[in-house]
Every structure is written in structure tokens, then in C-alpha cells.
């Protein structure tokens, strides 16, 4: 009987192995194609995030680039040659000029809905910052915030500017920080929105995400992922406080013309490579001495709801600066007042503007 047995078992054996081998055979080709199929992808991603691109000395984005890259119509758009750069920059209204400097990884459509109130009564100037939106510069060009500093000085210049009231949001507001420190004389009163400051950039929510798309392997599946409606909502998720606030328009006028080339993404991926360089996230820590020394008025207007950079940000600010106003918070506002309340967002720097001929001077001592 054993016998019979063993017997039996030695014929299974035979058959059992006739249909694992098939079995594990069909698994090594799914495994096969899709390892063929992630480095399908990868280099596609690869090729829109700009690993292919050669020459570093052209210019991004081209002068030549279609109309439908950029946020702005053609007839509301103006650029000027500043130390080589080609800046990109809305100019509406007349009046006492306002200059608005917006965050990162956005342009200056951020501030499309307060321009055309603030153009009621004074000349609103927004520029896109260099590395972003559809300022032109090189590859090899240096984006840091000294180098956004002496763009803003030279386009102040270039447009016979001595002195504006500056609005400075997230990096554009890192800018302004340099402002007061380096060139306090060009500026008349100053609105700060939810700002990198001190050594507290870039945030936790965005680190992440900056990682992925700076890693050599992750960074073409990130870029494939970044042109996906779905995935760009993610990434903008913790900028506000309203999620419908995050429509489709407002997602593509974010991502358009910092994505739409293999150029302007390598570009945005440079950008980004000094968002991690602690090096030059020390340049807002540099720039504390001179904001303790600045003499004019100044508002903190901070979106009340912000896990970027948080009340207590503000609320160091407006202890380092000497004639900080108020601290106003925006209650209905994440990281972007500006475009989830632009109503009252403009109300309060019309308010503020109006005041801030004949505020008192400062009492505390620095």
C-alpha cells in the first residue's frame, strides 16, 4: 500500500510542476512588462521634466513661446529687460504705485482678483519673480533671493519708481524681507502675507513634495503625476482653507507656466533645488538685523488658517518689526487670502494704504 502511494505521489510530482513553470513563468513576463512599463514612463517623465536639455544658456520661456502658455492676455502683459533677465509684469491704474510680490511655486496671477480693485486708485505693478510665471532667465542663472532683490530694485528703476508701497506674499515676501534690510528707502509702507521668514522655510506641508520632484529617480513619475488634475489639487491641498476654493482654472493657472515645457520645468526644478539649500534659506535670518531697524509702517495680514506658515510667524514679525500696525487676520484664508477672500483682502490694504501717511512714529527702541 505505501508502495501504491509513493507511486501516485512521484505522478503528481511530474504534473504539478508542468503547471507551476507556466504559472511562474506568466509572473516573470507581468513582472517583465511592468518594469518596461515604469521605464516607458520614467522616460517620458524624464524627457517633460527636462532631463534631456542640453544647452543651460537659453532663455526660459522662449519670447517666441505661444500666447496660450501664460496666464495673462497678450494686451496685459509687459516685459522689460532687467541685468538680462526678460521680467514678466502687470501694470494697471494710476496713482500712487503699488508693488505685489508673489509666493512660490505660483506667478502673479495669485493676485489677479485684488488688482483690479487696488487699480481704482493707484498703479498696481506685479511682477513674475525670476524662476516662475513668465519671467524669462537662464538655466544657468542664479534665482536666489538676493538676485530676486536686485530684480525688484532694477525694475523700480527701470519704471522711474523711487518709492512704492510693497505687498510681499510667501517667497515674495522673503523679497521684501531683503527690501528692508538692503534698500528700506525704496520702500513706503509694507503688507506681509503669510511669509517664508527666519529659518522657517520651506514648510512641512511642501518639503515632501519638493523632494520628490528633486530626486533623480522620483522626479520624471513626479512630473508625469504633476500634469494630473487629481495630483495638482493634492499638492495645493494645504494652500487653502476652502478646497472648492482650488477650481480647475486656478490649478492650471498655477501649474501652466511653470510645467508646459521641458524648459520651464527644469527651470522650476532649479528654483526649487534652493528651496532645500540652507544656505540660502538663511538669507531671511540675515536680513533680521535690518527688519528690527525698519522705520515704516508695516501690516501684517496673514491668513488665519495656514499650516505653510503659521500664526506664530506673524506674530514674530510683528515683535522684530518696529512700527507693525496691527496684526489682521484673514479668518476665512489658508496660505492664499488673496484668492480665497480677495474682497476683503483689498479692503484691508485700501485701508491700510489710506492710513499710513499719518501714522505716528514709533515708540519702541530697537
Known sequence: METAKRQCEGRAAPTERRIRRPVRRGLMYLAAGAAILIAALWLVGALKAGYFVVDRHVMVPAANEPETVTVYPAED?????????????????????????????????????VIPILA???RVIAPDLLGLGDTGVRLD?????????????????????????????????????????????????????????????????ETPFLKLLLNPITGPLFRLAFGLTAFQRDAYASAVYTPDHLTDEMLAAFTRPQISTPQRYLRLRRFFHWQLDREHNLETMRAVDGMRKFDRPTLILWGRHDTNFG????????????????????????????????GAYAAALTQFFSEDEDLPKPTRQR
Open 311 to 342: 500664526p506664530p510667524i506673524a506674530e514674530r514679525l510683528a515683535k522684530d518689526i518696529p512700527r507693525v500696525v496691527r496684526v489682521q487676520w484673514m479668518e476665512n484664508s489658508a496660505h492664499l487670502p488673496m484668492l480665497e477672500e480677495p
Open 141 to 205: 542663472d542664479d534665482y536666489r533671493l538676493p538676485n530676486e532683490m536686485k530684480m525688484v530694485v532694477g525694475l523700480l528703476d527701470a519704471l522711474g519708481i523711487k518709492q512704492a508701497r510693497i505687498v510681499g506674499h510667501d517667497h515674495g515676501g522673503a523679497t521684501a524681507e531683503l527690501l528692508m534690510k538692503y534698500h528700506p528707502d525704496r520702500i513706503h509702507s509694507l503688507v506681509l502675507t503669510n511669509v517664508e521668514a527666519y529659518d522657517q522655510w520651506p514648510s512641512a506641508p
Open 120 to 122: 481704482q486708485h493707484y
Open 77 to 113: 502683459r509687459h516685459f522689460i529687460e532687467i541685468d538680462g533677465w526678460r521680467v514678466a509684469y502687470v501694470d494697471e491704474g494710476n496713482g500712487p504705485p503699488v508693488l505685489l510680490l508673489h509666493g512660490c511655486p505660483f506667478s502673479s496671477y495669485e493676485w489677479h482678483s
